[in-house]
Structures are given as C-alpha cells and as structure tokens.
C-alpha cells in the first residue's frame, strides 16, 4: 500500500503548462455590470420562481392568500365545550379559573 500512495503522489502532481493566451489578462468590471449580474440575476429568478408558482393558481381561480378570518377558533387539546368545561376558581389559593399574578 506504501507503493500505491507514493504512485498516486507523483500521478496527481501539478501538470507543468503554460496560462493560455487571453486568460492571464486581467479587465476591470464595470460596476454596473456587478451590479446587474449579483443584484439582477437573483431577483430575476426569484420573480420567475414567483410567477411559475402563482400563475398556475391564479388561472383556477384560487385565493393567493389564506383567509384568516374564516371558520372558529380552535383550541387542540382542549375541552370540547370551550370555556364552558373549565373549573372556575372555588377558593382563594386555587389555580383553576385562568391565569394569575401576584405584584
């Protein structure tokens, strides 16, 4: 196995090439160009993203935003009555009834 390692070593060394012509040449970047490839090409596919996913709801004619304001309140977990269920305080020191505090 000693062998195989040195061998991988010297096969994996760096190749000994020259840069090719063209790419060792260094040009400024216009900021607007920055500015339109970091900035405009992520807010173009965000808005892409947006229309690929809301244009199919809006031709069935779905709500785009739920409505919160429909239906009851619901309380998992909790009496099936409502408050109705809930043991109202019966003394001093208890803790039925509600929330508490003391200042």
Partial sequence: MPTAGAALTVVAAPAHADVPEGW???QP???LEA???FVGG???LFLLILLAVYIPAM???EPLLPDH???EAQWI???REGTRELPAADGEGSRA???SGRW
């Fill in 24 to 26: 060792a040449e260094v």
């Fill in 35 to 37: 500015l339109l490839l």
């Fill in 69 to 71: 304001g429909a239906g």
């Fill in 59 to 61: 031709k069935r004619g």
């Fill in 29 to 31: 970047v216009d900021g």
């Fill in 42 to 44: 992520p807010v173009l």
């Fill in 77 to 79: 977990g909790g009496p």
């Fill in 97 to 99: 009834g509600g929330a």
